[in-house]
């Protein structure tokens, strides 16, 4: 299983590969409430995963969302994907590009993958860390992943059941969007990448306790070339770079809903 590729040679470890990805301001966090107060309390959430099981911040890699319309304007008009999950066609299947450019690639769509919805459930979970980690230390982020994940006081607080569902009527989000990527060192077959990032975490609905709200980050990967492909040996997670947030008025827990359920995420990042 692969998680896309971009295959862009920058020429033998040349060239800066940055992205450019544009996202939309706001400074309020869902349904009424100004987001710079409820930004805390999902940080802190999200800061426990990265701790105990040093994982990036939680946020839709393993659903293969959308589907074919028929050649009728209704079929094409109606969304078809799940909630969080990716849009487009199958994930390529292939790995990486052996370079400077594909190692961002690689940051970038881990990323993704580690902050998705998907890292909720099991088979899926560990369909991600076998794709993401060196053989070396998946076994033992594995073992980490399962614990932290089943621990029904973390499931509790961020307002899931214990086999990681939302409440009916209401809608789990968790997506991380790469705004760009560097790369920091480099070699043959290592190379070190930051990924600038922000993720949408928390439950979308009328009666959500924990509103679907923002947060910045910057993870350092440290990668290496193995198998064919670029995967993760260790990484740090740091706070911001964080924008100022414009003077944007919330959506209502509908139409954070509805958005969530019509836009899939990303396949791929990059």
């Known amino acids: 299983m692969s998680l896309g590729d971009d295959h862009q040679s920058s020429g033998g470890y040349g060239g800066t590969g940055q992205t450019r990805t544009r996202l939309p301001d706001g400074d309020a966090d869902g349904y009424g409430t100004p987001r710079r107060g409820g930004r805390s309390s999902s940080r802190s959430l999200v800061t426990v995963v990265g701790v105990v099981v040093l994982l990036i911040a939680a946020i839709a890699f393993a659903n293969r ?19 969080t999950a990716p849009t487009g066609t199958t994930p390529v299947q292939s790995g990486f590009a052996h370079d400077e450019q594909g190692a961002q690639s690689a940051a970038a769509n881990y990323a993704v993958a580690l902050g998705s919805d998907g890292m909720f459930d099991k088979a899926r979970r560990h369909e991600i860390v076998d794709t993401v980690y060196a ?20 499931l509790a607080n961020i307002g899931l059941d214990k086999n990681g569902r939302a409440p009916a009527g209401q809608t789990f989000v968790s997506r991380v969007i790469p705004v760009g990527t560097k790369t920091t060192a480099s070699g043959a077959d290592k190379a070190t990448v930051e990924v600038w990032y922000t993720s949408l975490f928390g439950l979308s609905g009328g009666n959500s306790t924990n509103p679907v709200t923002e947060s910045w980050y910057t993870t350092t990967y440290q990668l290496t070339w193995v198998n064919n492909d670029w995967k993760v040996t260790d990484f ?27 836009y899939g995420g990303f396949t791929y990042a990059r």
């Open 236 to 262: 740090q997670q740091k706070d911001g770079p964080v924008p100022v947030g414009r003077d944007q008025r919330a959506s209502t827990a509908d139409d954070m809903t509805k958005a969530v359920e019509e």
């Open 65 to 83: 969302g959308g589907g074919d319309s028929d050649a009728s304007g209704e079929a094409a008009d109606k969304p078809k994907t799940s909630a």
């Open 135 to 154: 053989p070396d230390v998946a076994a033992s982020r594995q073992s980490d992943l399962d614990v932290a994940y089943s621990s029904p006081e973390f």
